[in-house]
């Protein structure tokens, strides 16, 4: 069974920073791209970030600039670097994995219950 696990969700000030982790376990042997998404209430799930084992990376243009997403591919591992964090940038942001091992479970989607980061003063 693989699992998806986020964490670092917390109350910020604005123009606060916070860093997210995601970690995916169980049998998975490729991951082929990390990311993370948000919904706020309300709203659309969006992409925030992503990023595939190559290092290649697309952000959101709503954050490109302020987040930076970066992954560890022998641990498994993504994370999501935020600064100068807006009101706007309020959600459950959930870590997303898509499996690009060989065989029938590839380009299967995981996904992770959400963390929720909350800008306010």
């Known amino acids: 069974q693989v699992q998806v696990v986020e964490s670092g969700g917390d109350l910020v000030q604005p123009g606060g920073s916070l860093t997210l982790s995601c970690v995916v376990s169980?049998?998975?042997?490729?991951?082929?791209?990390l990311g993370w998404y948000r919904q706020a209430p309300g709203k659309q799930r969006e992409l925030v970030a992503d990023?595939?084992?190559?290092?290649?990376?697309v952000y959101g243009d709503f954050v490109k600039g302020r987040f930076t997403v970066s992954r560890d591919n022998a641990k498994r591992t993504v994370s999501l670097q935020m600064t100068s964090l807006k009101a706007k940038d309020s959600a459950v942001y959930y870590c997303?994995?898509?499996?690009?091992?060989?065989?029938?479970?590839?380009?299967?989607?995981?996904w992770g219950e959400g963390t929720l980061v909350t800008v306010s003063s």
């Open positions: 997303h994995a898509l499996d690009g091992s060989y065989g029938p479970n590839y380009g299967a989607n995981y």
């Open positions: 990023i595939r084992t190559t290092g290649e990376s």
């Open positions: 169980g049998f998975i042997p490729i991951i082929d791209v």
